[in-house]
Each structure stands twice: as structure tokens, then as C-alpha cells.
């Protein structure tokens, strides 16, 4: 059974990554307080249903366009601002996707054995996003083994980031057992609190 410090160390694991790529709300709440809706994840708590809510973007490589009467230069200048977009809208989804698993990452850091069932909101998400981006360039549908791998990237770079930030995880969820609910303001004041601490120690100057 997970102990306070885990679950404060979970859900402030969703919030430092978010943090790092601005996707943490001010206005948003962290809680550890028994009683919450534990069907939510970190993207629940903090007002985005799913990671492609906030996207615009969601098509098939040269799907929605119509190149007909354009030129050959035409063509592949719209062919090549097509595929701008979808590159934007990846690396965003991939950040929100990173965020989503920190939870479970930082869970492992505390405990090797640690993981999340299927059934997992958190795991359901980051998984669905995957494979509808693994779908968005694989015209034959979804490949198990492409998926797989996909996580297992998106995993090891959420966790380089925890390991980068994991002062600040330990600040997040200090406050989090202190106080049982903050804000997303809260915690990303912790986070640059934590950030300056560091730095301090390293080379005796704040920053």
C-alpha cells in the first residue's frame, strides 16, 4: 500500500514535469487528501481531459490537403508546412504524454516495483495518446511494437527529467504532506524556490 510520501511524490512528479514544459496552471489544485476523485489524473486535476484536448491539429500526413490546380512549388511548400504542424503537434503531445507518466515514473524511482495497472487512468491516457500519434504517420494502422517503442522513449525521457528535477519533485511533495492540497501556483513557486536552492549549493550564486 502506497505511503503519503508516495503519493505526494507521484503527484508531484505530474506537476514538476508539466511545470518544466508550461503546461502547469496556476490556478490548478494538487491534492493527497483522501476522499479526491481518484479516477483523475494530474491532466484531470488541472482541467485537460486528455492530451489532445488543447490541439487543433489532427489529421493524416496530406490528408486535408488539396493540392489539385497548385503548382509543383505550390505543392510542396503546403506539403511542407503540413508536416511543420504535425511535427509541433507531436512534440506537444509528446510533453503532455511525459507529464501524464511522471506520476508512475517517479513511483518506480521510490520503488522498483511500482507500476500502473492498465486499468490506470493515467495509463490509459498516456496510451491512447501514443497510439493515435504512432496512427497519425502509419498509414497500415497501429503496429504493437511501434507503440512500444514509442512509450519506451517517452519513459526514458520522462525519466532523465525527473532525475534532472528531482529536488524539486521532493520540494512539490514537502508541501504536498504539509499541506495535503495546493495550487498549481504553489507548487511552481516550490519548484523555482528549489531550483535557486540548488544552484546556490553548486556554485555559490543564486539562479
Known amino acids: 500500500m502506497a505511503t503519503t510520501h508516495h503519493i505526494a511524490v507521484h503527484e508531484a512528479a505530474h506537476a514538476v514535469v508539466a511545470w518544466r514544459f508550461d503546461l502547469l496552471p496556476e490556478d490548478s489544485e494538487l491534492t493527497i487528501n483522501e476522499g479526491s476523485d481518484q479516477e483523475l489524473s494530474w491532466l484531470g486535476k488541472v482541467g485537460t481531459s486528455n492530451p489532445r484536448a488543447s490541439h487543433d491539429c489532427d489529421f493524416r500526413y496530406g490528408d486535408n490537403l488539396n493540392l489539385l490546380g497548385l503548382t509543383e512549388a505550390e505543392a510542396e511548400a503546403a506539403l511542407k508546412e503540413e508536416a511543420q504542424k504535425l511535427a509541433l503537434y507531436r512534440e506537444e503531445v509528446e510533453r503532455e504524454v511525459m507529464a501524464c507518466m511522471a506520476g508512475w515514473e ?13 486499468g490506470d487512468h493515467d495509463y490509459r491516457l498516456a496510451t491512447q495518446a501514443i497510439e493515435e500519434l504512432i ?11 511501434q507503440a512500444q517503442a514509442y512509450w ?4 526514458a525521457r520522462t525519466r532523465l527529467v525527473l532525475k534532472a528535477k528531482w529536488d ?18 504553489e507548487a511552481a513557486d516550490a519548484i523555482r524556490r528549489a531550483g535557486s536552492a540548488a544552484a546556490l549549493w553548486y556554485d555559490g550564486t543564486e539562479g
Do not use: C, H, K, Y
Request: aromatic share 2%; hydrophobic share 35%.
Open 106 to 118: 517517479a513511483s518506480r524511482m521510490l520503488d522498483p516495483d511500482a507500476g500502473p495497472e492498465e
Open 135 to 145: 496512427e497519425s504517420r502509419n498509414e497500415d494502422g497501429i503496429l504493437e511494437e
Open 152 to 155: 519506451n522513449w517517452l519513459q
Open 168 to 185: 524539486r519533485v521532493l520540494a512539490v511533495a514537502s508541501l504536498l504532506e504539509e499541506r495535503g492540497t495546493i495550487t498549481g501556483a
